[in-house]
């Protein structure tokens, strides 16, 4: 490759009023930006605010997320401008308010042995899935009663909101085709109660969720893991009089467990096992 050609790929200078907006917000703490960041701090119209982003990324120095969003490409990426960030970082960017949650909740907390390529944001307005640097997106929109539950973690010096391990339970048992089915959600359960998962609080998110078919899986999975519910009978008082499916990412085939209210559309062997310290699981009568 000649020089020419190398010069091409190395970020450009910047002038004295791109390199104080640079400063004052990444001093600030800043990683991602919008255009409306950029208008505050140079005092400047929005349609100039918008040329220096457009300016800024073509010199390298700023990474276009999406419309309007802009990652801060730090020195620490070189002169190629060669540099990623965390998911969780733009996620947080992807809908305001937002957590965390569903598939990419349990990996963050160690209850999966799975690596979800789709980081899951859930929020209680609406917003666009998108992909990213190749990476999915997928906002779910949940009403303002079920967003709740989720706690800060800090990401890169950055605090972004994420399920706590509670939550994460019972939002897969709310939808289990957000967090790998009904298998995932008992291996996560397994893991969870190894963990000290807090199951009073679960049966307290379950009765503020108020979703029959949440809280009939996680008391079916509970009573057959042989993991201790102190409100199962509160829980199972409230039970709602239809079927739902165990797993409704599976076929409705299956027989009717009166008990639970369930449809068990699932095999027992087809639950599995899950084995990752050389433990034995308990498994699902």
């Known amino acids: 490759m000649n020089d020419s050609q190398d010069t091409q790929n190395i970020r450009q200078g910047l002038s004295n009023r791109e390199s104080r907006l640079l400063s004052r917000l990444a001093g600030a703490g800043h990683q991602i930006i919008s255009v409306d960041d950029i208008e505050t701090t140079l005092a400047v119209a929005p349609n100039t605010a918008r040329e220096i982003a457009s300016r800024l990324t073509e010199k390298g120095w700023l990474d276009r997320l999406f419309p309007g969003r802009y990652f801060i490409i730090p020195l620490a990426a070189g002169e190629e401008g060669v540099y990623t960030t965390h998911e969780y970082l733009i996620a947080s960017h992807v809908a305001e308010p937002m957590y965390v949650g569903y598939y990419t909740a ?18 209680p307005f609406r917003a666009q899935s998108r992909e990213i640097h190749g990476v999915p997106y997928r906002v779910v929109t949940v009403t303002e009663r079920k967003f709740f539950g989720y706690e800060p973690t800090a990401i890169e010096g950055t605090a972004v909101d994420v399920a706590d391990i509670e939550k994460t339970l019972v939002d897969c048992a709310d939808h289990p085709e957000f967090g790998g089915g009904i298998r995932e959600l ?44 102190p409100t199962r009978e509160t829980l199972r008082e409230s ?6 499916l165990l797993d409704p990412t599976r076929s409705e085939q299956g027989r009717y467990d009166s008990e639970y209210r369930l449809r068990i559309n699932v095999d027992r062997e087809k639950l599995g096992r899950w084995n990752p310290d050389g433990r034995s699981i308990r498994e699902v009568a």
């Not at 359960?189 to 078919?213: F, H, I, K, P």
């Open 106 to 123: 349990l990996d963050h907390h160690g209850l999966t042995e799975q690596v979800p390529r789709t980081v899951y944001v859930v929020t």
């Open 239 to 244: 039970f709602t009089s239809g079927y739902s």
């Open 186 to 229: 008992a291996q996560a359960m397994v893991a969870a109660d190894d963990r000290d998962c807090s199951w009073t609080t679960v049966g307290e998110y379950l009765q503020r969720l108020d979703n029959g078919a949440a809280t009939k899986r996680i008391v079916f999975l509970a009573d057959k893991l042989g993991i201790d519910l």
